[in-house]
């Protein structure tokens, strides 16, 4: 754990007589050696003073603590919080690869598990993405009668919520780990079933193919984190973002708007339409006829009065968007 000796947030357990100098790279392998879930090796960047840890009350807008995680021989992160800012394998830096888009993860639970206990599954996420060769977390809101569907390819628990370093140990067993939406673990693992459907990525490994298709064969509401042993990340299913339905309703009728001026100010029109596009998964199918309606009219008159044309794809209504897509939006 890098931070000074004074920062309010460190709570020292042990502390050194004498402190070590960072180049005694001996003497710190030693010291990580005691380290451990108890207390980490403290230093300041220049000197190892102790052991200790961070309190619940540290701040992280401070940016005042950090963490280097060694993985393995010669492999290591270094990470503020829970994010990962940097990894080095064997001298070569890189960005972190395992790096969960918990923004995401949460919205998605959010989505599908609205009495979901959104803290500690994105702790267990967090927990199997210190694996060794790849982990899979599974959570189903009939995480129960899928335990008993799965059977015999799993073992199932009498379900209770599990330590992220339990968690993290369980992912040396092959299979998943099912949870429910309270994080409560059913089943270790487990082994996920599915019909090949044409989707999928055939360049991507069997852990992430199989959730794909275990989610397209209809089951409960599901959220399958994979980590993949290639340094890949995915959280299923993917979904839209949920937009504000007043935002996408303003872009709309200022396109529509614009686009009857003659003459018609282009340039403001094409930014428009490019908005329209990077939202085009929400118009209904009256709004994707009456928005390519305008736009074939403005093209007929870029036609008439500048020889020129710009073909565009026209918009179409996406049969996946429903309500759940927009934000509550306050009165």
């Not at 180049?23 to 392998?29: D, V």
């Not at 790849?134 to 209770?160: C, H, N, Y």
Request: negative net charge; proline residues 7%; glycine residues 8%.
């Amino acid at each position: 754990m890098l931070a000074q000796p004074d920062n309010p947030a460190i709570d020292v357990n042990v502390k050194l007589a004498t402190p070590v100098g960072s180049r005694n790279t001996l003497a710190i392998r030693k010291l990580l050696e005691g380290s451990g879930p108890t207390a980490d090796v403290l230093s300041d960047g220049e000197e190892v003073y102790g052991l200790g840890t961070v309190g619940s009350d540290y701040d992280p807008a401070t940016e005042s603590v950090f963490v280097v995680t060694f993985l393995s021989r010669g492999c290591w992160e270094l990470m503020h919080t829970d994010t990962a800012l940097l990894a080095v394998r064997d001298g070569a830096p890189s960005l972190p690869k395992h790096v969960l888009d918990g923004g995401y993860f949460v919205d998605l639970c959010d989505r599908l598990f609205p009495e979901a206990d959104s803290d500690a599954l994105i702790q267990a996420a967090r927990a199997i993405g210190k694996h060794r060769h790849g982990a899979m977390l599974v959570i189903s809101a009939d995480a129960k009668g899928e335990v008993q569907r799965l059977s015999p390819q799993s073992w199932d628990v009498e379900p209770a919520p599990l330590s992220t370093s339990l968690l993290t140990q369980l992912t040396d067993m092959d299979g998943a780990v099912l949870l429910d939406p309270q994080g409560s673990c059913y089943a270790i693992g487990v082994i996920l079933d599915g019909v090949a459907k044409g989707e999928g990525d055939p360049a991507r490994g069997s852990r992430l193919n199989n959730a794909v298709r275990y989610l397209g064969t209809g089951r409960p509401a599901t959220i399958v984190v994979v980590y993949s042993a290639d340094g890949g990340i995915d959280i299923l299913p993917h979904l839209h973002p949920r937009v504000s339905k007043s935002e996408v309703n303003w872009i709309l009728m200022a396109y529509l708007s614009l686009a009857m001026h003659r003459p018609p100010e282009l340039e403001r029109i094409n930014r428009l339409w490019n908005r329209l596009e990077a939202f085009q998964f929400y118009p209904s199918a009256e709004d994707c006829n009456a928005l390519n309606h305008a736009r074939e009219e403005i093209e007929e008159w870029r036609m008439e009065n500048t020889r020129m044309r710009i073909e565009q794809a026209p918009l179409r209504p996406d049969p996946m968007m429903d309500d759940s897509y927009w934000l509550e939006e306050s009165d």
